[in-house]
Structures are given as structure tokens and as C-alpha cells.
């Protein structure tokens, strides 16, 4: 299908095939890079873990301020508290399912049923569906996505990891007060009673810069824990891990996420937005919260590459579905 300039779609003239593949290649093009310099030997042991601390307690938790503080989208009445409640919900409901899933083929803990869990049941939220939905809608819409991933983000870092270590809430509340949980917290103060206006120019830019940094360092990480599997190439294949993650995360959640497009009463923009997450393949981050909290990180790794694989396939044909049913 093509996007046509209509419904304040852009004019291109591009297919919607190469509108989602295109943005792809730099994701797998950094991960290249983390493949090579763990190959090589630039970086390994202390160095790994050094880069992995550097990405969650720095680089990520600037990004996440940077997006938040000062986002006009996310002091609209209606996008105030629907995307980021819409993201949270979707993105448990999405690990609850993939866990009920993994159940179904016989997964157990030791096997990597609680990774299964997390990597399957989160959509990619940032790295692919941020270029897409540039290119077709603009900064509005661009501006609701990011609001929403604070729900996914929220998600991620508290269910997620109690799904991934296992504990309880009350157990396991110390895991819950990461750098990038404690952003979120802050940065939705500031931006909601005006304080990020009292952050100086400098610290902005500095804090800016550094979030600017997350996404190829944390890609660049995702390819140097890959290249700690590529001694075995045939680990990266499992039946029951690539294939159930597949019918989940391209097939169930799809159909989930869309139901919800159309009937929230949500802009428009939250509505673009709900029908691009319904398509897109695992994110890639679990893999990095996999390793952190010790849990499986090659399931994780096996289910992006499957996911990702297929998605490119799949990604314009829900869009393209999704679009429709949702009357957008």
C-alpha cells in the first residue's frame, strides 16, 4: 500500500514496505557494530558491564527526561493520562498473555519462561515505530508516541522486572527503584507543574546530548551480548521460543492492541500511534534487562531476531489493516 497525503498523512511515494524496512537498517547496522567490537575483542568483561551501566543509569534516563520535560503533547487534557495508561496496560497485558503462552509450549523458569514473558509480551515502542511514524504524520503525532512509551517504559521497568526475577512487589521493591523508574517519576512532575522551565540551559542541552547517546549505545550493547551466541549459531533458533513468540507478538497482541485503537477514546494521534505498536516485532531492550537482572538473555535475543525477521513482512500488513479498522 502507499501513504497517500490525505487525513494528514505525508505525500511519499515510497511503499509502505520500504516506509517500515527502511528504518531498520540502522537499527541492524549499529547492532553490527556490537557484534564486531565484542568479536574483536574492543569490548569485553569489565568493559561490557561498564557500557551496559552506562546506557540504563545515564544515557537512557536522559533520554527519557529530555522527551518528557517541556513535551506540550503530554499537558493536553486528553493525552495527559490515556497514552501512558494505554501503553502501561497494553504492555502488561501483552507480558500476561505471552506468559500464558509460553506455558502453553512447556516453557519452564530454568528455560527461560520469565524472559520469554518480557521480550515477547513488549512491542518495540522507540528504535523502529519512532522513524515511521516521523515520516508519515510529523512531530504531533510523534509527540503522543513518546508520551505513551512512558506507560510502556513504567511497564517495563516495574512489572516487567518482578515478571523477570520473580519476586514479589513487597520482595522485590528495591529492583523497582532503578535511574530510569526515578526519571520517569521526576520528569512527569517537572513537566506536569512547569519546574523543567526552571532547569537551566545548560543542563537541558548537557542532559540532551547524553539522551541523544542512548539509542546507538544501547543497540550497540544489544549486538556485543548477541556476540557472546554467535559461536552457536543454531542457539539462535528454537522452535518453541522463535515461532510462540511469533504467533504472539505478530499474531495475538496485534489483534489486542487494535480493538483498542479503534474503541479508546483517544485523539487521533493516540489512535495512529496504538495501530503502529500493533505491528511492530519484540523490543529490543528486554535483552539488556534480561542480562541485567540475571535472567535469559540468549530467549530474549532469539525472540527479537525471530520477531524482527518475520515483522518486516508482517509490519505493512497490519498497518495497513489496522489503519482501516481503526477508520484512520
Same mark, same amino acid.
Given at each position: 500500500?502507499?501513504?497517500?497525503?490525505?487525513?494528514?498523512?505525508?505525500?511519499?511515494?515510497?511503499?509502505?514496505?520500504?516506509? %517500515? +524496512? !527502511?528504518?531498520?537498517?540502522?537499527?541492524?547496522?549499529?547492532?553490527?557494530?556490537?557484534?564486531?567490537?565484542?568479536r574483536r575483542h574492543w569490548v569485553e568483561g569489565p568493559a561490557e558491564a561498564s557500557l551496559l551501566r552506562?546506557?540504563?543509569?545515564? %544515557?537512557?534516563? %536522559?533520554? &527519557?527526561?529530555?522527551?518528557? =520535560?517541556?513535551?506540550?503533547?503530554?499537558?493536553?487534557?486528553?493525552?495527559?493520562?490515556?497514552?501512558?495508561?494505554?501503553?502501561?496496560?497494553?504492555?502488561?497485558?501483552? &507480558?500476561?498473555?505471552?506468559?500464558?503462552?509460553?506455558?502453553?509450549?512447556?516453557?519452564?523458569?530454568?528455560?527461560?519462561?520469565?524472559?520469554?514473558?518480557?521480550? +515477547?509480551?513488549? *512491542?518495540?515502542?522507540?528504535?523502529?515505530p519512532i522513524p515511521i511514524i516521523d515520516a508519515i504524520w510529523g512531530r504531533d503525532t510523534l509527540g503522543?508516541?513518546?508520551?505513551?512509551?512512558?506507560?510502556?517504559?513504567?511497564?517495563?521497568?516495574?512489572?516487567?522486572? !518482578?515478571?523477570?526475577?520473580?519476586?514479589?512487589?513487597? +520482595?522485590?521493591?528495591?529492583? !523497582?527503584?532503578?535511574?530510569?523508574?526515578?526519571?520517569?517519576?521526576?520528569?512527569?512532575?517537572?513537566?506536569?507543574?512547569?519546574?523543567?522551565?526552571?532547569?537551566? *540551559?545548560?543542563?537541558?542541552?548537557?542532559?540532551?546530548? !547524553?539522551?541523544?547517546?542512548?539509542?546507538?549505545?544501547?543497540?550497540?550493547?544489544?549486538?556485543?551480548?548477541?556476540?557472546?551466541?554467535?559461536?552457536?549459531?543454531?542457539?539462535?533458533?528454537?522452535?518453541?521460543?522463535?515461532?510462540? $513468540?511469533?504467533?504472539?507478538?505478530?499474531?495475538?497482541?496485534?489483534?489486542?492492541?487494535?480493538?483498542?485503537?479503534?474503541?479508546?477514546?483517544? $485523539?487521533?494521534?493516540?489512535?495512529? =500511534?496504538?495501530?503502529?505498536?500493533? +505491528?511492530?516485532?519484540?523490543?529490543?531492550?528486554?535483552?539488556?534487562?534480561?542480562?541485567?537482572?540475571?535472567?535469559?538473555?540468549?530467549?530474549?535475543?532469539?525472540?527479537?531476531?525471530?520477531?524482527?525477521?518475520?515483522?518486516?513482512?508482517?509490519?505493512?500488513?497490519? &498497518?495497513?489493516?489496522?489503519?482501516?479498522?481503526?477508520?484512520?
Amino acid at each position: 500500500f502507499f501513504f497517500q497525503a490525505e487525513d494528514g498523512i505525508r505525500d511519499s511515494s515510497v511503499t509502505g514496505v520500504q516506509t %517500515c +524496512a !527502511l528504518p531498520i537498517l540502522p537499527v541492524f547496522a549499529l547492532v553490527a557494530v556490537g557484534v564486531i567490537l565484542r568479536r574483536r575483542h574492543w569490548v569485553e568483561g569489565p568493559a561490557e558491564a561498564s557500557l551496559l551501566r552506562l546506557v540504563v543509569a545515564v %544515557c537512557y534516563p %536522559c533520554l &527519557i527526561f529530555d522527551a518528557v =520535560v517541556g513535551n506540550a503533547a503530554m499537558r493536553a487534557p486528553g493525552n495527559v493520562w490515556l497514552p501512558p495508561l494505554a501503553g502501561f496496560l497494553l504492555a502488561v497485558g501483552g &507480558i500476561a498473555v505471552a506468559w500464558q503462552v509460553g506455558r502453553w509450549l512447556r516453557l519452564r523458569e530454568e528455560d527461560g519462561l520469565r524472559s520469554f514473558a518480557l521480550a +515477547a509480551g513488549i *512491542g518495540n515502542f522507540g528504535y523502529i515505530p519512532i522513524p515511521i511514524i516521523d515520516a508519515i504524520w510529523g512531530r504531533d503525532t510523534l509527540g503522543v508516541l513518546l508520551v505513551h512509551n512512558v506507560g510502556v517504559e513504567a511497564a517495563m521497568w516495574t512489572v516487567g522486572v !518482578l515478571v523477570l526475577t520473580g519476586l514479589s512487589p513487597r +520482595a522485590g521493591w528495591r529492583k !523497582l527503584i532503578s535511574p530510569i523508574a526515578v526519571t520517569l517519576v521526576v520528569a512527569v512532575v517537572f513537566n506536569l507543574t512547569g519546574l523543567g522551565g526552571a532547569v537551566p *540551559g545548560a543542563v537541558m542541552e548537557a542532559v540532551r546530548m !547524553l539522551g541523544r547517546c542512548a539509542i546507538p549505545l544501547g543497540l550497540i550493547t544489544i549486538g556485543v551480548t548477541i556476540a557472546n551466541y554467535l559461536d552457536d549459531i543454531r542457539g539462535l533458533y528454537d522452535p518453541r521460543i522463535t515461532w510462540g $513468540s511469533a504467533a504472539v507478538r505478530l499474531g495475538v497482541l496485534p489483534l489486542v492492541i487494535l480493538v483498542a485503537a479503534r474503541w479508546l477514546p483517544g $485523539s487521533i494521534e493516540l489512535k495512529r =500511534v496504538l495501530v503502529i505498536e500493533a +505491528a511492530m516485532p519484540s523490543a529490543v531492550f528486554p535483552i539488556v534487562v534480561a542480562r541485567l537482572h540475571q535472567g535469559h538473555p540468549r530467549t530474549a535475543v532469539q525472540i527479537v531476531l525471530g520477531t524482527t525477521i518475520l515483522g518486516v513482512l508482517v509490519i505493512p500488513l497490519w &498497518i495497513r489493516l489496522g489503519l482501516a479498522w481503526a477508520g484512520l
